[in-house]
């Protein structure tokens, strides 16, 4: 229930771009493709039965994909974003998932250049699938800002370098098969540059 309350509020704020930008009347969809890397934070019990493993080391620089569909007109844009990205480290895998709703704001600098910035409100999903232990899944909330330049390839598309920071609250058990819960991971926060190929119709 709170995952879906989350959901709505970041619908909202969609429904509040669509407002601001009254105008837009250029649906767009995305393609992205980057690095990113997490901030996890062990708990006390986790600190406790594993002293050594390194959770930022889990999901770090590793490659994430998403799709992005949204409207946009010369002032700014609103969309979704679904992108994930997983990886293991150490015996812990991990797969983390962001549902967001963005609006961002342009400033020209060329003719077929811009920059811009925004910020995003959703939810992360995390889901720890490690070898030997139950998996488990978590949603928590997802709230950051995002920057970076756009350039205009053709009257319909555009490629984009961006960097996104997220705060989040995801966090998920690690339980053994056979066994007592070690502990609990708790994604904290979570960092992206990427590269978009963008296609207006």
């Known amino acids: 229930m709170k995952a879906l309350n989350t959901l709505m509020v970041a619908m909202a704020v969609c429904a509040s771009g669509f407002t601001a930008t009254s105008q837009a009347d250029d649906t767009f969809a995305s393609v992205t493709y980057g690095q990113t890397s ?14 050594h493993l390194n ?5 770090n620089k590793d490659g994430t994909w998403g799709l ?4 946009m007109n010369d002032q ?13 480290h150490s015996g812990i895998k991990l797969r983390q998932e962001n549902l967001l709703g963005s609006y961002d704001l342009f400033l020209p600098v060329t003719d077929t250049a811009k920059l811009f910035g925004g910020a995003s409100l959703g939810m992360t999903k995390m889901t720890q699938t490690s070898s030997g232990y139950s998996r488990d899944t978590n949603y928590g909330y997802a709230a950051g800002l995002q920057a970076g330049v756009i350039q205009q390839v053709t009257d319909n598309t555009s490629v984009e370098l961006g960097y996104r920071y997220l705060r989040t609250n995801a966090s998920t058990e690690l339980t053994p ?3 007592n819960k070690e502990g609990a991971l708790r994604l904290t926060s979570s960092a ?3 590269l978009a190929a963008t296609y207006k119709f």
């Open 38 to 51: 997490d901030k996890i934070r062990k708990s006390g019990l986790l600190q406790r039965n594993t002293d």
């Open 76 to 88: 700014g844009r609103y969309y979704l974003t679904y992108d994930n990205v997983s990886n293991s």
């Open 177 to 179: 098969h056979a066994g």
């Open 192 to 194: 992206q540059t990427y």
């Open 55 to 59: 959770t930022d080391g889990i999901i």
């Open 68 to 71: 992005r569909v949204g409207q």
